[in-house]
């Protein structure tokens, strides 16, 4: 008999958007949840709703919820007007999302966050977002690279899930995004930065909850990254598990 596997939650999204391909895509792909499988975690997708009934029940089910990749966020869920450099939103996952999120602060459910989901913890919890980084980094964070090719140089805290995981004080990490967390909820600390200070990743600054959120995509460089693996690995093995 086999150890029993966390069941880790998916946010899903059925959302139909255009690739640079203009082919019709999902950003909550196979990726995702591909990698928490690999890596020692079952998962289910949970679909979006309004309801906060429902997402207690999702939450009453699960170990633990990822939080994938996407669009950016509206800015008027941090009181700002959209900048015209604002890539495209989607109204009906952020709602869905931040209350999701919200319930996993309440009730201490274990959170990944990739990406968008790293702007999402932040956002959910009352912190802000820079809408575009264009003008205050000449680094590049649109990686012209493939995308399971590592880019930037990533720093990490001392006493942080991620420089445990990562078992280093940096790593490399690939990059596609042109947003970036800007002021920090009291819930979350900074935990990664590249060498032009942006934060990419950060955690919960309370003991009791575990919130990991990356700005990278470990899911699209699990196969040769030792790194990645270890990410997922390490926190499907940290839930507590049902
Ligand atoms: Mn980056």
Redesign the pocket.
């Known amino acids: 008999m086999s150890a029993k596997r966390p069941l880790v939650g998916m946010a899903y999204c059925d959302t139909a958007v255009r690739d640079n391909e203009m082919r019709m895509r999902t950003y909550c792909t196979r990726k995702y949840f591909g990698a928490l499988q690999r890596c020692g975690a079952d998962v289910i997708l949970l679909p979006p709703t309004d309801e906060s009934r429902v997402i207690g029940r999702y939450l009453d089910l699960v170990d633990g919820v990822l939080l994938p990749g996407g669009e950016d966020i509206d800015p008027r869920w941090m009181g700002e007007e959209p900048s015209s450099r604002l890539g495209g939103v989607n109204p009906l996952r952020d709602a869905y999302e931040i209350e999701l999120t919200r319930g996993c602060r309440d009730r201490h459910v274990p959170v990944l966050g990739i990406c968008r989901g790293l702007q999402v913890l932040v956002v959910a919890l009352g912190g802000t977002l820079h809408q575009d980084i264009s003008d205050i980094t000449r680094l590049q964070?649109s990686q012209q690279a493939p995308r399971w090719a590592t880019s930037?140089r990533v720093s990490f805290e001392t006493d942080s899930h991620i420089r445990e995981w990562a078992a280093g004080a940096d790593a490399f990490?690939n990059?596609f995004?042109h947003q970036a967390a800007k002021q920090l909820p009291d819930v979350l600390k900074a935990t990664g930065r590249?060498a032009d200070g942006?934060i990419?990743a950060v955690e919960s600054s309370d003991s009791g909850w575990l919130a990991v959120g990356v700005?990278?995509h470990p899911e699209e460089t699990l196969s040769g990254d030792e790194f990645s693996r270890r990410l997922f690995t390490s926190f499907a093995a940290a839930l507590p598990k049902r």
């Open positions: 964070h930037h990490t990059s995004h590249t942006l990419e700005q990278w």
